[in-house]
């Protein structure tokens, strides 16, 4: 430290450098819109088309739990049973290596294809991400013409795709909108019921003569050449030919039985835009890459593909993740600029001196670049978050500086000048400074053990504010120690203080420590009991939000394309038919439709969107057996399901072994909550998202098997005669044709109008060669079946719904009272989770994460103060500053969510610093020889403008986070933001206080304790 002093100039040069290497790497390093953190999660998804959910649970669900559960690390399951699919997550425990439980899970799931169910798919491994990170598309595309959709389709995939996929940096291409090209074959089926052909015999017959067989190597001369069987098939004429069986010995070929031809698949998805039918190519990038990089590369490619595309066919870009980067840096950098001038003012009133004002302020571009090197050099991502929560500390980066100047300038003042009195202030305030950072910074210690969501958001979060304080204290003394010889030239001689009065304050608190802490202790009760009643609690806090429009539609199992489109044109043409400025996007599915509708700014602050979110909602309410949402632009949101009807929003989730008995202390729980008056509407959900009701129908077909064996037929003869006239398309296969894969969809004729009656009609050949018809050996029931069927940890789970007649906060308040009164019996549970709130570990974690860094700031004081007594004046700051946490959110109604945690813990490292101060200036007051009260009164005195300059840097470097409203509504960081505030700002009222009545309590208790240890020995 002492050679920075003496040598300002290569110091300068050393942070020159420093700031050179700053900007460089900030330049180089990949901007993304969101964290990039892995998840310690793995997914296993199992499809089985057309199977119900109990099927589901039973025989993929299930086993595959018993497989995953056996996996080292494993710390939780859950699992979902829907129609046609199985969906396993499992969680671990934090120190698991990934790849290799990865690797293990593989193995285990393997050993399982081989007990696969007849149609079931292989299981599917891939990393878990949640919702709010799943992999988006940073680019999305649309290609529109006069053409037909399927020939648009066409195009985009073998021109545009196909381009776009070669930039580098691009890891996926995906298409939607019209259907692939495919080759037809479509059964005769009275042809095939004649000749007694199987559906399954036809498709296994072209796959086999598809196939080219190796047979081995074969010798000429000195080489040795690959001996194989070519498929006989070359061409789509070729199919024909296949012999799928025989009529006696006369060989039956493929064009005798069925029809051939090319054709279009199934359309699965349409999409448009302001009404039009179009093409939509979303592009996904690798991990690690620069989004701004790839996404001007892709541009450039997509601006050569335009002059190459026919004049008919437009192709535009409808979503680019680049502009929100751009937009939200934009608005970050002004951020930025604006809290560094509010830093420079009050600099600058405080020290009444522009050049140490300016030196004060560089601290923090110095600190901030080598904060970047830090993010460069360890490979971390840098994100919008996390350059968010770096402007959010910038008020604190000048503390320590202040602090150094401050101790600087008081011996100027008294005219002590040169280089060695430089030296000793600085070395006066290093210890205290020292801790000070350390407190701030050691709060984060507990953030590694964070999972899930909070590791995601936090941790990056944490590390750069860490290192950046740990920045600023190495620039405030280096590089401000060896500036000030330079910049205070002038001998100062001593000047009346400014703050005297102060002085005389302190002597009346510690005159009436009694009153102090009476009122101090009221103030904190009372403000904590409204603070309970006024504020909701638990939520997760929504960082990326675009203000937009969005109508769902959930149409029920089975539904057609055709008829979901139908339904989501009513809202689409509503909407089309305003004549301001918009932009409607649908996307439809079989059995899902979206629409989402977006304005130009004027637009977007006027009263039409809501005026149409109203006519909307009206037009929801028409639908009925159908689940329609309809949100956006406000909190108010019109949501109902055929299942559930409207949304309930209290709940509790039931755990449970055995389904029946969990039915039934569902069906408890549900009495008891309509005896209560105010109780609405109550349902009971078998399925985590709420919307997987009871009400789904399947069709048990029961065989008999005495008539089998009379007839002389068996079960695998008769399943592909119900089956194939059942079903549209028996299967989907892929023939290699001309070097190119051709998805080969086989049907048959009529099989999509067949009824009930009509299949018991079908005629079944007999090995004797007679014919039965099914009706006589199966019989048909309608039974309902679950949504789906959701287990955590192998435990079944229901959840129980209900709405409340009264304010928010008062069904919450009742939820938790019953929640609390449940009587369960052994081997079952109850939560209260939700997905869009702090789950009970995650507000545990965040319990424990602020007991950890209190301790370690407890701990870090005692071992600076070798003392016990002073470390806890120091603490009782804290409860101090929640009084002002407590009252800034009842003031501005902000909900107390889980940043707003994360605010109180950077906020309990950041207020002790100004106690630290204060205790250690009036400790230097009476080793200088003053009796205790006058060093406090001079202690406290003293260290007054410091600790003003430092709170009020902070807090104002803090403000426009919670003041300022973005176009996208509050900032990402605004209850963070607040719950530091408004803390600093009641722990600096405060503090001022209290610390001195609490120094002089603590010393004297410490007085009399010695004493009653001496008169004990």
Same mark, same amino acid.
């Given at each position: 430290?002492?050679a920075?002093?003496?040598?300002?100039v290569?110091?300068?040069?050393?942070?020159l450098?420093?700031l050179?290497?700053?900007?460089?790497?900030?330049?180089?390093?990949p901007?993304?819109?969101s964290?990039k953190?892995?998840?310690p999660?793995?997914?296993?998804d199992?499809?089985?088309?057309g199977?119900?959910p109990?099927?589901v649970?039973?025989?993929?669900?299930?086993?595959?739990?018993?497989?995953c559960?056996?996996v080292?690390?494993?710390?939780k399951i859950?699992?979902?049973?829907?129609?046609g699919?199985?969906?396993?997550?499992?969680?671990?425990n934090e120190?698991?290596?990934?790849n290799i439980?990865?690797?293990e899970l593989?193995?285990r799931?393997?050993?399982?294809?081989?007990?696969?169910?007849?149609?079931a798919?292989?299981?599917?491994?891939?990393?878990?991400?949640?919702?709010?990170?799943?992999?988006?598309?940073f680019?999305?595309?649309t290609?529109s013409s006069?053409?037909?959709?399927?020939k648009?389709r066409?195009?985009?995939?073998?021109?545009?795709?196909?381009?776009?996929?070669?930039v580098?940096?691009?890891?996926e291409?995906?298409v939607t909108?019209?259907?692939?090209p495919e080759?037809?074959?479509?059964?005769?089926r009275?042809?095939?019921?004649?000749?007694?052909?199987?559906?399954?015999?036809?498709?296994?017959?072209i796959?086999?003569l598809?196939?080219?067989y190796?047979?081995?190597?074969?010798k000429?001369?000195?080489?040795?050449?690959?001996f194989?069987?070519?498929s006989?098939?070359?061409?789509?004429?070729?199919i024909?030919?296949?012999?799928?069986?025989?009529?006696?010995?006369?060989?039956?070929?493929?064009?005798?039985?069925?029809?051939?031809?090319?054709?279009?698949?199934?359309?699965?998805?349409?999409r448009?835009?302001?009404?039009?039918?179009?093409?939509?190519?979303?592009?996904?990038?690798e991990p690690?890459?620069?989004?701004?990089?790839?996404?001007s590369?892709v541009?450039?490619?997509?601006e050569?593909?335009k002059?190459?595309?026919?004049?008919?066919i437009?192709l535009?870009?409808?979503?680019?993740?680049?502009?929100?980067?751009?937009?939200?840096?934009k608005?970050?950098?002004?951020?930025?600029?604006?809290?560094?001038g509010?830093v420079?003012?009050?600099?600058?009133?405080?020290?009444?001196?522009?050049?140490?004002?300016i030196?004060?302020?560089?601290s923090?571009?110095f600190?901030a670049?080598i904060t970047?090197?830090?993010?460069?050099?360890?490979?971390?991502?840098l994100?919008l978050?996390?350059?968010?929560?770096?402007?959010?500390?910038f008020?604190?980066?000048?503390?320590?500086?202040v602090?150094?100047f401050?101790?600087?300038?008081?011996r100027?003042?008294i005219g002590?000048?040169?280089?060695?009195?430089?030296?000793r202030a600085?070395k006066?305030?290093?210890?205290p400074?020292?801790?000070?950072?350390?407190?701030t910074?050691?709060?984060?210690?507990?953030?590694?053990?964070?999972?899930?969501r909070?590791?995601i958001?936090?941790?990056?979060?944490a590390?750069?504010i860490?290192?950046?304080?740990?920045?600023?204290?190495?620039?405030?003394?280096t590089?401000?120690?060896?500036?000030s010889?330079?910049i205070?030239?002038e001998?100062?001689i001593?000047?009346?203080y400014?703050?005297?009065?102060y002085k005389?304050m302190?002597g009346?608190?510690?005159?009436?420590?009694l009153?102090?802490i009476?009122?101090l202790s009221?103030?904190f009760?009372?403000?904590?009991?409204?603070?309970?009643k006024?504020v909701?609690?638990?939520?997760f806090?929504?960082?990326?939000?675009k203000?937009?429009?969005?109508?769902?539609?959930?149409?029920?199992?089975g539904?057609?394309?055709?008829?979901?489109? *139908? !339904?989501?044109?009513?809202? %689409?043409?509503?909407? @089309?038919?305003?004549?301001y400025? /918009? =932009? +409607?996007?649908t996307?439809?599915y079989p059995?899902?439709?979206?629409?989402?509708?977006?304005f130009?700014k004027?637009?977007?602050?006027s009263?039409?969107?809501?005026m149409?979110k109203?006519?909307?909602?009206?037009?929801a309410?028409n639908?009925?057996?159908?689940?329609?949402?309809?949100?956006?632009?406000?909190?108010?949101g019109y949501?109902?399901?055929?299942?559930?009807g409207?949304?309930?929003?209290?709940r509790?989730?039931?755990?449970g072994?055995?389904?029946?008995k969990?039915? *039934? !202390?569902t069906?408890n729980? %549900?009495?008891?909550? @309509?005896?209560?008056?105010?109780? /609405? =509407? +109550?349902?009971?959900?078998?399925?985590?998202?709420y919307w997987?009701?009871?009400?789904?129908?399947?069709?048990?077909?029961?065989?008999d098997?005495?008539?089998?064996g009379i007839?002389?037929?068996?079960?695998?003869?008769?399943?592909p005669?119900?089956?194939?006239n059942?079903?549209?398309?028996?299967?989907?296969?892929y023939l290699?044709i001309?070097?190119r894969?051709?998805?080969l969809s086989?049907?048959?004729?009529?099989?999509e109008?067949?009824?009930?009656?009509k299949?018991?009609?079908?005629?079944?050949k007999?090995?004797?060669g007679?014919?039965?018809?099914?009706?006589?050996i199966?019989?048909?029931?309608?039974t309902?079946?679950?949504?789906?069927?959701?287990?955590e940890d192998?435990?079944?789970?229901?959840?129980?719904?209900?709405?409340y007649?009264g304010?928010?906060?008062?069904?919450?308040?009742?939820?938790?009272?019953?929640?609390k009164?449940?009587?369960?019996?052994?081997?079952?549970?109850?939560?209260?989770?939700?997905?869009?709130?702090?789950t009970t570990?995650?507000?545990?974690?965040?319990?424990?994460?602020?007991f950890?860094?209190?301790?370690?700031?407890?701990?870090?004081?005692?071992?600076v103060?070798e003392?016990?007594?002073q470390?806890?004046?120091?603490?009782?700051?804290?409860?101090?500053?929640?009084i002002?946490?407590?009252?800034?959110f009842?003031?501005s109604?902000y909900?107390?969510d889980?940043?707003?945690?994360?605010?109180?813990?950077?906020?309990?490292?950041?207020?002790?610093?100004n106690?630290?101060?204060?205790?250690?200036?009036?400790n230097?007051?009476?080793?200088e020889?003053?009796?205790?009260?006058?060093?406090?009164?001079e202690g406290?005195?003293e260290?007054?403008?410091?600790?003003?300059?430092?709170?009020?840097t902070?807090?104002?470097g803090?403000?426009?986070?919670?003041?300022?409203?973005?176009e996208?509504g509050r900032?990402?960081?605004s209850?963070?933001?607040?719950s530091?505030?408004?803390?600093l700002?009641?722990?600096?009222?405060?503090?001022?206080?209290?610390?001195?009545?609490?120094?002089?309590i603590?010393e004297?208790f410490?007085?009399?304790f010695?004493?009653?240890l001496?008169?004990?020995f």
């Amino acid at each position: 430290m002492k050679a920075f002093i003496e040598h300002p100039v290569p110091t300068l040069m050393l942070f020159l450098a420093l700031l050179i290497l700053g900007i460089y790497s900030l330049l180089h390093i990949p901007l993304e819109l969101s964290p990039k953190e892995e998840y310690p999660r793995i997914s296993v998804d199992t499809q089985w088309p057309g199977a119900s959910p109990e099927q589901v649970q039973v025989y993929l669900t299930s086993p595959l739990e018993e497989l995953c559960s056996s996996v080292k690390g494993v710390r939780k399951i859950e699992s979902s049973s829907s129609i046609g699919n199985s969906s396993i997550t499992i969680e671990f425990n934090e120190k698991t290596d990934m790849n290799i439980a990865s690797i293990e899970l593989r193995e285990r799931v393997a050993s399982f294809v081989d007990q696969l169910p007849p149609g079931a798919f292989p299981p599917q491994i891939r990393p878990y991400i949640p919702k709010e990170f799943q992999t988006k598309p940073f680019l999305s595309l649309t290609l529109s013409s006069d053409l037909p959709l399927n020939k648009l389709r066409e195009i985009a995939d073998k021109k545009v795709k196909e381009e776009i996929r070669s930039v580098k940096g691009v890891s996926e291409v995906r298409v939607t909108g019209g259907a692939e090209p495919e080759i037809k074959i479509i059964l005769d089926r009275d042809k095939i019921n004649y000749y007694g052909i199987s559906p399954a015999s036809v498709l296994s017959s072209i796959i086999t003569l598809n196939r080219s067989y190796p047979i081995g190597k074969i010798k000429k001369g000195e080489k040795e050449l690959i001996f194989r069987v070519p498929s006989p098939i070359s061409k789509v004429e070729d199919i024909g030919e296949t012999i799928c069986g025989f009529y006696g010995k006369i060989p039956l070929r493929l064009k005798e039985i069925a029809k051939i031809e090319m054709g279009y698949g199934e359309v699965l998805s349409m999409r448009r835009i302001n009404g039009e039918s179009t093409v939509g190519i979303d592009i996904l990038k690798e991990p690690g890459i620069s989004t701004m990089k790839v996404s001007s590369s892709v541009k450039k490619v997509i601006e050569s593909l335009k002059k190459t595309l026919p004049s008919n066919i437009t192709l535009r870009i409808i979503d680019d993740e680049s502009k929100e980067i751009k937009k939200r840096l934009k608005n970050l950098i002004i951020m930025m600029a604006l809290i560094t001038g509010i830093v420079f003012v009050l600099l600058y009133i405080f020290l009444d001196s522009l050049i140490p004002s300016i030196a004060i302020l560089s601290s923090i571009f110095f600190s901030a670049c080598i904060t970047i090197n830090f993010v460069y050099f360890s490979k971390f991502s840098l994100n919008l978050l996390t350059l968010s929560g770096l402007v959010l500390g910038f008020g604190m980066l000048v503390d320590n500086s202040v602090v150094v100047f401050e101790s600087i300038w008081k011996r100027y003042e008294i005219g002590e000048m040169g280089k060695e009195s430089v030296w000793r202030a600085t070395k006066e305030v290093a210890l205290p400074a020292f801790a000070s950072t350390l407190t701030t910074v050691i709060v984060f210690m507990s953030f590694p053990f964070f999972q899930g969501r909070l590791r995601i958001y936090y941790l990056p979060l944490a590390f750069v504010i860490a290192f950046s304080l740990l920045s600023s204290y190495f620039v405030a003394f280096t590089l401000i120690p060896s500036l000030s010889s330079r910049i205070i030239k002038e001998k100062r001689i001593e000047r009346k203080y400014r703050f005297g009065f102060y002085k005389k304050m302190v002597g009346f608190f510690i005159k009436y420590p009694l009153i102090i802490i009476l009122l101090l202790s009221a103030l904190f009760y009372f403000s904590y009991k409204i603070f309970r009643k006024e504020v909701s609690f638990g939520a997760f806090f929504s960082w990326y939000y675009k203000e937009r429009l969005v109508v769902w539609i959930s149409t029920p199992p089975g539904t057609p394309i055709e008829r979901t489109d *139908e !339904i989501i044109k009513e809202f %689409e043409e509503r909407a @089309l038919s305003k004549d301001y400025p /918009k =932009e +409607v996007n649908t996307y439809v599915y079989p059995e899902e439709a979206y629409m989402i509708i977006t304005f130009p700014k004027n637009i977007e602050l006027s009263p039409a969107p809501y005026m149409l979110k109203e006519e909307l909602i009206n037009l929801a309410t028409n639908f009925a057996g159908i689940g329609v949402g309809v949100y956006g632009f406000d909190p108010q949101g019109y949501y109902s399901s055929p299942y559930v009807g409207s949304w309930l929003p209290y709940r509790i989730k039931f755990l449970g072994y055995n389904f029946n008995k969990l039915k *039934e !202390i569902t069906s408890n729980v %549900e009495k008891t909550l @309509l005896k209560n008056p105010r109780i /609405k =509407e +109550v349902k009971t959900v078998s399925s985590k998202w709420y919307w997987g009701g009871q009400d789904y129908y399947e069709f048990d077909v029961k065989i008999d098997r005495e008539k089998l064996g009379i007839y002389g037929v068996t079960i695998e003869e008769i399943l592909p005669h119900i089956y194939s006239n059942i079903k549209g398309r028996v299967t989907r296969a892929y023939l290699r044709i001309e070097g190119r894969e051709w998805p080969l969809s086989l049907k048959i004729k009529g099989a999509e109008d067949t009824e009930i009656e009509k299949l018991k009609e079908v005629l079944v050949k007999t090995t004797k060669g007679e014919f039965i018809r099914l009706g006589d050996i199966i019989s048909i029931s309608e039974t309902p079946i679950p949504g789906s069927i959701d287990r955590e940890d192998q435990q079944f789970q229901r959840t129980v719904m209900w709405d409340y007649l009264g304010p928010y906060k008062a069904g919450e308040r009742y939820k938790d009272a019953l929640y609390k009164s449940l009587i369960l019996p052994p081997g079952y549970s109850a939560k209260v989770d939700e997905p869009w709130r702090l789950t009970t570990e995650e507000e545990r974690k965040l319990g424990l994460a602020l007991f950890i860094s209190l301790t370690l700031i407890f701990m870090i004081l005692c071992a600076v103060y070798e003392d016990f007594v002073q470390p806890l004046v120091v603490m009782l700051s804290v409860p101090l500053a929640l009084i002002g946490v407590f009252i800034a959110f009842v003031i501005s109604k902000y909900p107390f969510d889980s940043s707003a945690y994360i605010g109180v813990i950077l906020m309990s490292g950041v207020v002790v610093n100004n106690a630290i101060l204060m205790v250690n200036h009036i400790n230097l007051k009476r080793k200088e020889g003053m009796g205790i009260f006058d060093a406090i009164k001079e202690g406290a005195g003293e260290r007054l403008r410091p600790i003003l300059i430092t709170s009020t840097t902070t807090i104002f470097g803090m403000l426009p986070f919670v003041l300022i409203q973005t176009e996208r509504g509050r900032d990402i960081w605004s209850t963070l933001a607040l719950s530091s505030v408004g803390g600093l700002t009641s722990s600096t009222i405060f503090i001022l206080i209290a610390t001195p009545v609490f120094y002089l309590i603590g010393e004297k208790f410490k007085v009399w304790f010695l004493k009653v240890l001496k008169e004990g020995f």
